[in-house]
C-alpha cells in the first residue's frame, strides 16, 4: 500500500512540475490564429477594420485600452519544447489600416530583398 501511495504522489508531482517519464506522448498543442503569408498579401493600407477582420479573423489580442491594435499570435508546442511561434500586429488610424509589423513581410517588401537574377 505504501508502495502505491508514493507511486500516485510522485506521479501527481510529476503532472505538476513538468516532469516527463521516458516514453510518455506528449501532444502537439496548437495555439493563436493561424495566419499565413497569402493572407498578408492581401493587406492594404486604407482598409477597414471589417475587411482586415474578414482576411486575417478575428485577432487573439484586442487591447481594450488601444482600439487601433490587433495582435495575431501563433504557437505550437510539442511537449515541453517550443516549435513554432509567429507574430502579426495590426495598426489603424480612423477605422484604417496605416501599417502592421511582426514575422511577414509585405509582398512588394519580399520582391525588393529577392535578387535579381
Not at 506522448?25 to 477597414?48: F, H
Not at 484604417?96 to 509585405?106: R, W
Request: proline content about 4%.
Amino acid at each position: 500500500m505504501a508502495r502505491l501511495l508514493i507511486f500516485v504522489s510522485l506521479l501527481t508531482l510529476s503532472a505538476c512540475s513538468g516532469l516527463s517519464f521516458p516514453g510518455v506522448y506528449r501532444v502537439d498543442v496548437e495555439q493563436g490564429n493561424v495566419v499565413t503569408q497569402e493572407m498578408v498579401d492581401q493587406l492594404k493600407p486604407g482598409m477597414t477594420t471589417r475587411q482586415v477582420r474578414y482576411i486575417l479573423g478575428t485577432p487573439l489580442l484586442k487591447d481594450s485600452f488601444h482600439n487601433d491594435r490587433w495582435d495575431y499570435i501563433y504557437s505550437i508546442k510539442n511537449g515541453d519544447e517550443l516549435r513554432d511561434q509567429s507574430r502579426l500586429t495590426v495598426y489603424f488610424a480612423d477605422d484604417k489600416l496605416t501599417h502592421f509589423s511582426g514575422n511577414f513581410l509585405p509582398a512588394s517588401a519580399q520582391q525588393d530583398s529577392e535578387p535579381d537574377s
